[in-house]
């Protein structure tokens, strides 16, 4: 069994990475700090790809680097900008938007179009708490920070609500940790660090919440930690899904 996780070389991603490796799967980790990455590929017997996950040219050329049969895809890579102003990338998105939502569409739907993932595969990604009030839908307009973070959390669930309902051959989950001790915190503001440090769970509780849903045979595609999640939308969710899609589909 082969499992593809980004963002593995720290964090939950690592976290989840291991796991994984600990039951016996041959496991690929992807993310941008090459010594990290050839270092926790050696320690979990796996393999290390090198991608930064906001520029979506990255993305294209890790799908086609990318090899099957692949049995699961744990999309981990996210992170929460501090700028108070709009980062774009090369081809102009929102860095936070581009790494914590496009990645995982464009990731997922051109190894699916490959044909690398299996019939019977699973997708996990990490998600949103399931609260969606007053965030916005314009895909195409950057925002910065928290509010760039929680509309790429919005979208991250509508589209695996979308790729559920478009490959049912698959198991397709999100998965929301909670607070969890990861250097996503590091350069927030002071009291986002102070409330990590305090409430935040230590990385293998919030990786074992993925790992359970990637490892065993779950329905349901949200989940909060290790609970079925309902979760609430601007517009009805299947509207605002294809409309995500046809805005997603240009970065493929």
């Given at each position: 069994?082969r499992?593809?996780v980004t963002?593995?070389?720290s964090?939950i991603?690592?976290?989840t990475a291991?796991?994984?490796?600990?039951s016996?799967w041959?496991?690929?980790?992807?993310?941008r700090?090459?010594?990290?990455?050839?270092k926790?590929a050696?320690e979990?017997?796996?393999d290390?790809f090198?991608?930064?996950?906001s520029k979506?040219?990255?993305?294209r050329r890790?799908?086609?680097?990318l090899?099957?049969?692949?049995?699961?895809?744990?999309?981990?890579?996210g992170?929460i900008s501090t700028?108070k102003?709009?980062?774009?990338?090369n081809?102009g998105l929102?860095?936070?938007?581009a790494t914590?939502?496009?990645?995982k569409?464009?990731l997922?739907?051109?190894?699916l179009?490959?044909?690398?993932?299996?019939p019977g595969g699973c997708?996990v990604m990490?998600?949103?708490?399931?609260?969606?009030?007053n965030?916005?839908t314009?895909?195409?307009?950057?925002?910065?920070?928290?509010?760039?973070?929680?509309?790429?959390?919005?979208?991250?669930?509508?589209?695996?609500s979308e790729?559920?309902?478009?490959?049912p051959?698959?198991?397709v989950?999100?998965?929301y940790p909670g607070?969890v001790?990861?250097?996503?915190f590091?350069?927030?503001?002071?009291?986002?660090?102070l409330?990590?440090?305090?409430?935040g769970?230590?990385i293998?509780k919030?990786?074992a919440?993925?790992g359970r849903?990637?490892?065993?045979?779950?329905s349901g595609?949200h989940?909060?930690?290790?609970?079925?999640m309902?979760?609430h939308?601007?517009l009805p969710e299947?509207?605002?899904g294809e409309?995500l899609?046809a805005?997603?589909?240009q970065?493929i």
């Amino acid at each position: 069994m082969r499992i593809i996780v980004t963002g593995g070389t720290s964090g939950i991603g690592y976290g989840t990475a291991r796991l994984a490796a600990e039951s016996g799967w041959k496991v690929t980790i992807v993310g941008r700090n090459r010594t990290q990455g050839a270092k926790i590929a050696a320690e979990l017997g796996g393999d290390y790809f090198y991608a930064d996950l906001s520029k979506m040219p990255d993305v294209r050329r890790l799908a086609d680097q990318l090899e099957g049969p692949i049995h699961a895809l744990a999309l981990c890579a996210g992170g929460i900008s501090t700028d108070k102003e709009v980062r774009l990338t090369n081809e102009g998105l929102e860095t936070t938007f581009a790494t914590n939502y496009l990645s995982k569409f464009a990731l997922s739907e051109m190894l699916l179009q490959q044909n690398k993932i299996v019939p019977g595969g699973c997708i996990v990604m990490v998600g949103g708490n399931g609260v969606h009030k007053n965030v916005s839908t314009a895909w195409a307009e950057p925002q910065v920070g928290l509010k760039a973070a929680m509309k790429a959390a919005l979208a991250v669930d509508l589209y695996a609500s979308e790729l559920a309902k478009r490959y049912p051959q698959l198991r397709v989950h999100t998965c929301y940790p909670g607070m969890v001790r990861t250097n996503l915190f590091h350069e927030a503001p002071l009291l986002f660090r102070l409330l990590s440090r305090i409430f935040g769970q230590p990385i293998a509780k919030g990786s074992a919440y993925l790992g359970r849903l990637i490892l065993e045979n779950h329905s349901g595609v949200h989940w909060k930690q290790d609970r079925p999640m309902r979760f609430h939308v601007p517009l009805p969710e299947g509207q605002e899904g294809e409309a995500l899609w046809a805005y997603s589909r240009q970065y493929i």
